[in-house]
């Protein structure tokens, strides 16, 4: 009974002991925290009653003043980042010590997890690395009738909605869009998603991307108890999904191979990394990732990249695009002043152009405002590579530690953006640039910044034309004023979607 007493005893102090230190890991820091609760702090963690980005906004707003938080993920202590140039140390200036995400995946079950935005180290750098030349301005300019192809298709399917009195559900419908066009362009696939009701492609991306109480959990077991995802071997991606796309690609590689066709696409990108190095090479990188973890190329890693890529293009470009619809229906001043500038230069370029495009100035702030007030990705994080001191501060970060960048609560911060709440092209007119800095971060910054931002931009941008162009857009009784955010999406979605009346603008 005394070893039991002992032993019960021992097992309580070390367990107050724990408590303690970790109740007081910031404040022995000298970090501002919130008083520490485990119950309190982690509420609304598993993302099911708010979005993360606007979780981490509330605390954002309660440390006004103060460069950085420290705050808790269940029991573990992280740092949530608030100055704009501590933001630009973390990811440009000191990107050697915060390069990894801190993403855990299984690989063994779920290969297409192996993707650009979750991997690190050696095998990140080289795939980054040899990805970058499939994204260049003059790869985009090549693509550009392609990618006008399918606007001219998408504004003949829009025609049936017009002028009907019904209200259209306007996420479903970009997506036709935004899909159609990374098939066609990454991939030189022919799936006639804005035809086809029943499109594969399509219902195994909404698969990943919908609303998912199931994919919400896994995500929230992913981010807070990463032992236990990986210790269980959890899947996120649904394995149909994956022998899906692993299938796709492997006869994409096939056909290519057998009919010696050559395409300039992001698919042939990555064969070309695995089919085009010489033997040399291929002998050397087979070396390097046996003893430095680097990548070899092969189909379970295209299959990865190509999955990404078009969810990617699939669900974040169309969400910005409906959001876009959804503020010019609620502002029609701006519609039309966007209309304006659309219709001088058809009339200066008599077509749809790149040139044309990129001449489009208010364009290009709608887009942006978009994405200030609908940041796709609430928050970024990195993970400290080595102990780590703040600058101007004492405080210094354990190898390991999770920090924050809380993009939704920089992005409504009135003192970055005067009445965050008000849809403003305006911020974005030319002397108002000083955004782009560093408290504009929609794709990110540095090193990590998203891949296919120039992509994301010019896809968008066709997108909204094509539609304001042709169609004025109007609200709805069935439009949610203001918006509210699905909280078991990992990117931006409204709860509702996005209904919106449809007329036609111009006689055919």
């Not at 119950?39 to 979780?55: D, M, P």
């Not at 405002?369 to 993970?383: C, N, S």
């Not at 990992?490 to 209904?499: D, N, P, Q």
């Amino acid at each position: 009974m005394v070893l039991l007493l002992l032993l019960v005893t021992s097992c309580i102090l070390l367990m107050y002991y724990y408590w303690t230190r970790l109740n007081t890991y910031w404040l022995r820091r000298n970090v501002p925290c919130p008083k520490f609760s485990f119950f309190k702090n982690n509420r609304n963690a598993s993302l099911l009653k708010i979005t993360i980005g606007e979780n981490l906004q509330t605390i954002y707003r309660k440390y006004k003043g103060y460069p950085f938080v420290g705050i808790y993920e269940l029991a573990t202590p992280v740092l949530l980042l608030r100055d704009p140039k501590l933001i630009k140390c973390v990811l440009v200036k000191d990107f050697s010590c915060f390069q990894s995400r801190g993403i855990v995946i299984n690989e063994h079950v779920d290969p297409l997890s192996a993707h650009l935005i979750s991997l690190n180290g050696q095998r990140w750098r080289k795939l980054r690395t040899k990805l970058t030349s499939a994204f260049t301005t003059n790869k985009i300019r090549h693509v550009f009738e392609l990618i006008n192809e399918v606007s001219e298709k998408f504004k003949q399917f829009v025609a049936q909605y017009a002028n009907n009195e019904e209200p259209v559900e306007m996420r479903n419908l970009t997506a036709k869009f935004t899909s159609e066009i990374i098939a066609t362009c990454f991939f030189g696939l022919k799936i006639n998603a804005i035809q086809n009701r029943d499109s594969e492609f399509q219902k195994m991306c909404k698969k990943v991307v919908d609303p998912s109480l199931e994919m919400a959990m896994k995500r929230y077991i992913r981010d807070y108890m990463p032992g236990i995802f990986k210790w269980f071997s959890i899947c996120l991606i649904p394995r149909d999904v994956t022998a899906y796309f692993t299938k796709i690609v492997k006869e994409i590689i096939t056909h290519r191979q057998l009919n010696n066709v050559t395409r300039n696409d992001i698919m042939q990108t990555l064969i070309d990394l695995k089919y085009k190095e010489t033997k040399v090479e291929d002998a050397l990188a087979q070396n390097e990732a046996s003893e430095s973890n680097d990548i070899v190329i092969d189909d379970k890693v295209i299959a990865a990249q190509a999955f990404i890529f078009f969810l990617a293009g699939f669900d974040t470009t169309s969400l910005t695009m409906s959001f876009a619809l959804y503020e010019l229906a609620a502002n029609p001043k701006i519609q039309e002043k966007l209309y304006d500038e659309i219709r001088a230069a058809y009339e200066k370029h008599g077509c749809l152009s790149y040139d044309s495009i990129s001449e489009m100035k208010y364009l290009d702030c709608v887009v942006r405002e978009t994405l200030r007030k609908y940041p796709p990705v609430g928050a970024t994080q990195r993970i400290c590579a080595e102990s780590y001191k703040i600058p101007d501060s004492d405080v210094i970060l354990e190898k390991g530690t999770k920090v924050l960048v809380p993009i939704y609560a920089i992005h409504h911060d009135p003192l970055y953006y005067k009445n965050p709440n008000a849809f403003d092209p305006n911020r974005f007119i030319d002397e108002n640039k000083k955004h782009d800095n560093d408290t504009y971060l929609p794709f990110g910054k540095g090193p990590r910044i998203c891949i296919g931002m120039k992509f994301a931009y010019i896809q968008t941008k066709i997108g909204i034309v094509t539609f304001v162009a042709n169609y004025k857009v109007e609200l709805s009784e069935k439009t949610t004023i203001p918006l509210e955010f699905e909280p078991t999406t990992f990117t931006l979605t409204s709860k509702s979607g996005i209904w919106l009346k449809i007329f036609r603008r111009l006689q055919e």
